[in-house]
């Protein structure tokens, strides 16, 4: 069973080629190091010592892999192409434990050759670092034989599935032989793999929490209102759906699992009982903090840092450990939460450098992209000395360029992370008034609520015959 996928890539041509080509998924732990040690310089730019030495299961087909980014390039400045596609990134999974990584890799070059090989450069690297082997293709945009694009479009994601699954049954693999359902996002799958919250999660976090404090169907939406959810049990339509605020569209109930099914959520609503448990009170415990030293001279931080910490606080990110009710977050917040990786980066930026304004981030900025400069330049200058060196000269030459490689990796990752501040603050001070104004609102309700609570309950007020 071969699952198949393509898409387009926009940007550095070397970024998808250096990751497919990563020598930690490459290497076949049963070789010795002396047989990766023969193996030839793959990539001359590649950004470390490792991917130029230790490399296994990398073809090229209608290119030499030692050159390919240099070929595509040439191919694409001879016909001219100036489009924002590079290149387009595919892979191909097997089925863990069905087939060895030499034949892993036999077949994804005879399915590259037979999907491309007439017109388009190629890079076929066998990846071996998880329990399913898989290919990654990197396949220039522009074909070497007539200038034509590549069309990424759903007639040729059928042709490569159908010719995947010929090579499959050539070699006695399994077959998918009617797929169903759609694929799920690649990032909401990498996501809840990690176990990071997304809207899925959340919302099953909300309808969990609010079918323990439910006895009826009202209940559960009064619960699921508190927090920002509206659930249409329309008789006439055969499933629930759920839709939080802020949302696009609704969602129906059964595609969140077994467990938000109609019925489910009936049953397990039925099984809460209206009994009153009691439980013995527990001592209060107090815990006592000596703190050493004087906040006399405490500064609050403010600026970018202070808005970007602020932000963390209510994300839940911050303090560590803090056990965060993702469901009763607000809706605003809640959009942020598959972001919370990018968010956490860009604070620890901030916070590294001190950084608490506009200009000192585009100076800091400025500082990485001159640095960055300079780097490239004597990288360029390393490249051409490699060139005409050997033995220990040519190692130390390699050596060096894997250092401004690793170096360059680490600016190009800040740089980017500069810009996604700039583009983000702004949003998040935007967030942050609307969610204090909301809060401020729902204290007034609340107070209102109590006052009136409080008025309606009293027992002192005179009776209509003016006695008390």
């Not at 596609?85 to 892993?104: D, L, M, N, R, W």
């Not at 071996?128 to 007539?146: E, K, R």
């Not at 009064?222 to 920002?228: P, S």
């Not at 040519?394 to 680490?410: F, M, N, P």
Request: hydrophobic residues 30%.
């Amino acid at each position: 069973m071969a699952v198949c996928e393509i898409w387009d890539v926009r940007g550095r041509l070397d970024h998808p080629i250096d990751y497919a080509e990563n020598p930690e998924k490459t290497a076949n732990p049963k070789y010795t190091e002396d047989d990766l040690q023969a193996m030839v310089d793959v990539m001359e730019y590649a950004t470390n010592k490792d991917k130029t030495e230790q490399r296994f299961f990398v073809t090229g087909v209608n290119c030499d892999p030692t050159t390919a980014r240099d070929e595509m390039m040439i191919t694409k400045a001879g016909w001219s192409d100036t489009s924002e596609i590079v290149c387009y990134h595919g892979f191909q999974s097997f089925k863990h434990g069905e087939v060895t990584p030499e034949q892993a890799h036999e077949v994804g070059v005879k399915l590259a050759e037979r999907m491309w090989g007439d017109r388009f450069q190629v890079i076929v690297a066998t990846h071996l670092n998880t329990d399913c082997l898989h290919n990654h293709f990197v396949v220039n945009s522009v074909s070497f034989a007539d200038g034509m694009h590549y069309h990424d479009n759903k007639a040729n994601l059928r042709l490569l599935r159908q010719r995947s699954d010929e090579l499959c049954r050539e070699y006695a693999l399994s077959v998918i032989e009617h797929p169903s359902g759609k694929k799920k996002p690649y990032a909401l799958y990498q996501a809840e793999k990690q176990g990071r919250p997304t809207r899925d999660n959340v919302a099953r976090q909300a309808v969990d929490e609010a079918i323990s404090k439910s006895f009826t169907l009202k209940d559960f939406d009064r619960q699921l209102a508190e927090m920002d959810y509206r659930i249409n049990f329309d008789p006439n339509r055969k499933y629930w759906t759920i839709i939080g605020k802020g949302w696009q569209r609704p969602k129906r109930l059964y595609k969140l699992g077994e467990e938000y099914t109609n019925d489910r959520i009936m049953e397990r609503i039925s099984e809460n009982s209206y009994a009153v448990k009691f439980q013995s009170f527990s001592e209060p415990q107090v815990k006592v903090y000596r703190v050493k030293g004087s906040l006399k001279n405490a500064r609050k931080i403010g600026g970018l840092r202070g808005l970007y910490l602020h932000y963390c606080y209510k994300l839940g990110i911050l303090p560590k450990g803090r056990k965060q009710n993702y469901a009763r977050l607000h809706y605003l917040l809640k959009d942020d939460l598959m972001k919370m990786e990018a968010i956490t980066q860009e604070t620890r930026l901030l916070c590294r450098n001190h950084i608490d304004t506009a200009e000192q981030l585009c100076s800091y900025k400025g500082s990485l992209e001159t640095e960055m400069s300079a780097l490239l330049q004597k990288r360029k200058e390393l490249y051409s000395k490699s060139r005409r060196t050997s033995g220990e000269e040519k190692e130390a030459v390699k050596a060096e360029l894997s250092d401004i490689s690793g170096r360059l990796k680490i600016i190009r990752k800040e740089v980017r992370l500069c810009e996604g501040i700039a583009a983000r603050s702004d949003t998040l001070k935007e967030k942050l008034q609307t969610i204090r104004a909301d809060e401020h609102e729902q204290q007034r309700k609340e107070l209102m609520k109590n006052e009136h609570r409080r008025r309606s309950g009293r027992t002192n007020r005179p009776n209509e015959l003016g006695g008390l």
